[in-house]
């Protein structure tokens, strides 16, 4: 499997001279596992590979969406592919909002927000609610499966967290959760044995008791940090560790002390940033 981050802040984009190393883009992660395309959220980052897909069309794509908060989904009206006739993409979600998929893509797309409406886009689209624990196999290509299963996380108004098994390879896709007084069985059992895990490590243990940085305690916010990240991988015993969904406030100079601080107590961890590709 080959995994490349296109997006890897939360909450709202970032651009501007304190972020250019890392990348302001929101959530958006490429899996390729064989020929099987697989994408990780809609946010901004989402443009940004939709303009590389679209040089190797027709394509037949699989994104899944962790949650349908507004910066997961921001960057698919914006998706070239979605666009030309002759693509396919499968769009999966859970069903925990007030509104199905579908739905709710559609309505960030209604005027007089958008000016082309969901029904308009050209590609062919097939929509998916999915249920907790639910496994989704996709054609890799020679004769092989990647399997795709999810788990809830804790984030408002729920998160699906995503593991994707292919040929002895794994990686777990766990954004917008926040950590329990003990590491998420759920999600340490989704995790286990895993080769690479990509957590939520938005804030660092100062900003979420709200020692540090602003708008005080982050407590019930969804979100956790680069010591919980590692009490996960170290539960589940993955063998390297992704810090993702950096908060909108922290330059690259703050993510790059979050990530050496990281490096002190877990061996193979690293930030993510835009542009970081990883084979398994």
């Known amino acids: 499997m080959r995994i490349t981050f296109w997006g890897v802040r939360g909450s709202i984009p970032t651009p501007g001279p304190d972020t250019v190393e890392i990348g302001g883009n929101t959530s958006c992660v490429e899996v390729r596992a064989g020929r099987a395309l697989i994408v990780f959220d809609g946010g901004t980052g989402l443009r940004l590979l939709g ?9 037949n794509a699989h994104i899944f969406f ?3 908060h507004w910066d997961h989904i921001q960057g698919f009206p914006f998706f070239a592919p979605a666009f030309i006739p ?12 007030s509104r199905t998929l579908e739905e709710t893509l559609a309505g960030q797309m209604d005027h007089p927000s958008f000016p082309v409406h969901l029904s308009e886009m050209g590609a062919s689209m097939h929509f998916y609610n999915l249920r907790e624990g639910q496994s989704i196999e996709l054609d890799a290509g020679g004769g092989s499966k990647a399997t ?5 996380g804790n984030h408002p108004n729920g998160v699906f967290a995503y593991r994707v098994d292919h040929e002895g390879r794994s990686v777990m896709y766990a954004t917008d959760t926040e950590h329990y007084a003990v590491v998420d069985p ?26 540090a940085g602003t708008g005080g305690p982050k407590l019930g916010w969804g979100h956790s940090t680069y010591e919980e990240a590692v009490k996960l991988a170290t539960a589940a015993r993955v ?10 406030m922290q330059s690259d100079d703050q993510v790059r002390d979050k990530e050496r601080r ?3 107590i877990f061996g193979d961890v690293r930030a993510a940033y835009e542009g970081l590709s990883i084979e398994l």
């Open 66 to 68: 962790s949650h349908v």
């Open 148 to 152: 795709v299963t999810s788990a809830r």
């Open 51 to 59: 303009k590389q897909l679209v040089r190797e069309m027709p394509i």
């Open 262 to 264: 990281a490096k002190a």
């Open 86 to 97: 002759g693509n396919t993409i499968h769009l999966y979600g859970g069903n925990n909002v």
């Open 239 to 248: 063998k390297s560790l992704v810090l993702y969904h950096h908060d909108p």
């Open 186 to 211: 759920k999600l340490a059992k989704l995790a286990q044995g895993a080769d690479l895990l990509i957590y939520d490590s938005q804030y660092t243990p100062e900003e979420y008791a709200g020692t």
